[in-house]
């Protein structure tokens, strides 16, 4: 009887799910200071089927009620008057998450791109990195 029990038990248990795949950073942005800031960061690119994930991380303390506008541009960091790409979520309380269609990751490492973090204004650029392969740097 307790036989019968358990085996019934483990035909009826679910099996496991299988383990996710970790997220591959298929580019990376190493966030400089610009306009006196002392923060640095990074973002970074990952894979996510056909779209892309931009997750930017900024080290240091922030007004919780302060958003800072966030995009790809084309064009290096040292350009500023570098043509929008794509839009991202705002950086508040030092983080943001965008998931994108476009561009690809072949389209924004063929030529140079930048990822920019303006103040609350949209006016100043407070952080910029080029987008690169990740162990790769390029001159900005």
């Not at 610009?34 to 056909?50: C, D, F, I, N």
């Not at 084309?74 to 794509?86: M, R, S, W």
């Not at 952080?127 to 390029?138: A, D, H, L």
Request: charged fraction near 15%; charge should be positive; glycine fraction near 10%.
């Amino acid at each position: 009887m307790i036989l019968l029990a358990v085996a019934s038990f483990l035909l009826a248990a679910e099996p496991a799910p299988s383990p996710q795949p970790s997220p591959v950073v298929v580019a990376v942005a190493g966030l400089r200071p610009t306009a006196g800031s002392h923060v640095s960061g990074e973002a970074r690119l990952t894979a996510a089927g056909a779209k892309l994930d931009v997750t930017i991380t900024l080290d240091g303390v922030f007004i919780p009620e302060m958003q800072y506008p966030a995009s790809i541009r084309t064009g290096g960091c040292t350009n500023a008057a570098a043509p929008l790409t794509v839009a991202l979520r705002a950086v508040q309380e030092g983080s943001s998450r965008t998931t994108v269609a476009s561009p690809t990751v072949a389209e924004l490492l063929r030529t140079p791109h930048s990822l920019r973090i303006m103040d609350a204004g949209g006016t100043r650029m407070l952080w910029c990195g080029e987008i690169v392969m990740p162990g790769t740097k390029r001159p900005g």
